[in-house]
């Protein structure tokens, strides 16, 4: 099968090595592991028009798009005026990550459930009567951010006012602000895979955002993540996940009753387990980074036929193997707030490495401003697994740092004594 994949990230490697395809790519930057699984590769900046004449030469038979930036500038809706059918929605689509302001206002619309207390504002005012209302909050932009967006009240925001001048900040660059109850509980990560009229769920996956060990520190884009071998979390039960599914494919539905426009590609549900069930946080128009490095390495069906079967809607079961898998990052030191550059060395290692923001030159692999690699050990247990994964990011050499406590059975324990403690 021939694939043109779009995207550079470590999420895109890990992609690109599942599909195990005659790939060609189009990435903003040299990402060696990619390089070495294409056949082909343009580096440029997102250009449609460049997009466009390198996929009418290699003639896909589909094209993958990795991140959401060009799924919110209309690389599918381009490609498909071009007749080259997508792995990925349309810009219309795309809103249910795009807009948390979108997202909401679907859910109210078409009475699904999981959704939390929340108000979208397009102006600054009410947004002070509404905060003290609610009492304990979180501040979400509307558009994309990188994952390092969202605020909460008493951590980030330490008043009112500070909480309204960081609204007054979002609504100069975003249409948008939207205000939620502040939920106690453990996140998961359910990425399901749709064709618009068919969902197949994959794994439960939980990311740690935070930067540093015990949770601490300013947000990230995910510092790593971990899956276990039964496929679920040690918090989660199986009706938690069946819960997410539904939840994910209501908003299949109604996205399509909304938009007359079938979603093809994944819809990934950030959610979070309370004591009063599971509620939805957010949804993302793609793969999740780290986390689908956790689910496609242990991928038993033949991934390219996926997502074939998804642009000719006639998704099948997605099955795994029972593994436990956990995702560690090295990071330049500094990150996220003042990350120092500098040389990475990445000796052999049994965990799979995953290339993310790098750059290689003649002399050898930089590290950029962003999260350099990820290190996944795979395992018949999470114990497991969590060494080989530890093992590797120790072996790294050069000016970074990693959180050790992923996948670690402390932290598993903290997660299952927290759920105990709230269900009490």
């Not at 979208?120 to 003290?132: L, N, P, T």
């Not at 609610?134 to 951010?145: A, Q, R, S, Y």
């Not at 500094?334 to 290692?349: A, R, W």
Request: net charge neutral; aromatic share 8%.
């Amino acid at each position: 099968m021939r694939v043109l994949l779009l995207g550079q990230g470590a999420r895109e490697h890990c992609i690109a090595e599942a599909l195990n395809s005659e790939l060609y790519s189009f990435m903003k930057t040299r990402n060696p592991g990619i390089m070495k699984l294409s056949k082909e590769y343009v580096i440029s900046d997102l250009d449609l028009k460049k997009l466009g004449k390198f996929a009418k030469r290699i003639n896909p038979d589909f094209a993958f798009i990795g991140p959401e930036g060009p799924l919110e500038k209309g690389a599918v809706d381009y490609l498909k005026s071009l007749e080259i059918e997508c792995f990925g929605p349309t810009k219309s689509l795309a809103r249910i990550e795009t807009s948390k302001a979108f997202m909401r206002r679907l859910m109210e619309k078409y009475g699904i459930d999981g959704a939390p207390e929340s108000k979208v504002f397009s102006s600054i005012e009410g947004v002070d009567e509404y905060m003290r209302d609610i009492n304990d909050f979180v501040v979400k932009p509307d558009g994309l951010t990188g994952g390092k967006g969202v605020k909460v009240f008493g951590e980030h925001l330490k008043s009112i006012e500070e909480a309204l001048e960081y609204s007054k900040e979002l609504l100069r660059s975003h249409d948008f602000v939207v205000i939620e109850e502040r939920l106690d509980g453990e996140e998961f990560s359910l990425q399901c895979v749709s064709d618009g009229k068919h969902l197949a769920a994959t794994i439960p996956v939980q990311d740690h955002k935070r930067a540093y060990e015990d949770d601490q520190g300013p947000n990230t884009g995910g510092m790593g993540s971990y899956s276990i071998e039964n496929h679920l979390l040690p918090f989660l039960k199986k009706k938690d996940v069946e819960k997410g599914e539904k939840i994910t494919k209501d908003i299949m539905k109604a996205l399509y009753k909304e938009t007359g426009e079938y979603y093809k590609g994944v819809l990934y549900g950030g959610f979070i387990l309370t004591k009063e069930g599971v509620k939805l946080l957010e949804y993302n128009a793609r793969f999740g980074d780290p986390e689908v490095m956790n689910i496609l390495p242990i991928l038993k069906n033949n991934f390219a036929e996926i997502c074939s079967d998804v642009v000719n809607q006639d998704l099948k079961k997605i099955e795994f193997e029972k593994k436990a898998t956990v995702c560690k990052y090295v990071v330049p030191e500094g990150y996220p707030l003042s990350p120092v550059p500098g040389k990475l060395d990445i000796p052999e290692t049994e965990a799979k490495v995953y290339y993310a923001s790098v750059d290689l030159r003649e002399d050898g692999l930089y590290m950029t401003r962003s999260r350099a690699a990820a290190f996944v050990g795979i395992a018949n247990t999470i114990d497991d697994a969590e060494k080989i994964a530890q093992n590797a990011v120790e072996k790294v050499r050069g000016n970074v740092f990693y959180r050790k406590d992923i996948g670690t059975e402390k932290l598993l324990r903290k997660r299952v004594e927290h759920m105990k403690k709230l269900r009490r």
